[in-house]
């Protein structure tokens, strides 16, 4: 019954900025690790970033210092700023949640990054 859903996605040129937000529901959202991960045509879904249930962030090398995970635990939400967009952005972006043993997906949110 946990259900992940994403919103923020859209059109940007290059050099610009989205916020993306996912929120969870039927979840112990205080307790769970969050990431988002990305698939762009043709390729294998990787992984963009993730944050602990204590905070702790990690980056994939290809976004650090452009890209902040953070979570909002009263409102059972993560987001993903993303600054200084890419053409090589283009991707459509999941949300993941682990809470102990179960995970959940998000459905999916597009991003494309075009002058």
């Known amino acids: 019954q946990v259900q992940l859903v994403e919103s923020g996605g859209g059109l940007v040129q290059p050099g610009g900025s989205l916020r993306l937000s996912c929120a969870a529901s039927?979840?112990?959202?205080?307790?769970?690790?969050m990431a988002w991960y990305r698939q762009a045509p043709g390729k294998q879904r990787e992984l963009v970033a993730t944050i602990t249930s204590g905070g702790t962030t990690n980056y994939a090398d290809s976004v650090k210092g452009r890209f902040t995970i953070s979570r909002d635990n009263a409102k059972n939400t993560v987001y993903l700023q993303m600054n200084s967009l890419k053409l090589e952005d283009t991707a459509v972006y999941y949300c993941?949640?682990?809470?102990?043993?179960?995970?959940?997906w998000g459905q999916g949110t597009q991003v494309t990054v075009s002058s």
């Open positions: 993941y949640l682990v809470e102990g043993r179960d995970t959940r």
């Open positions: 039927g979840s112990i959202f205080s307790i769970a690790a």
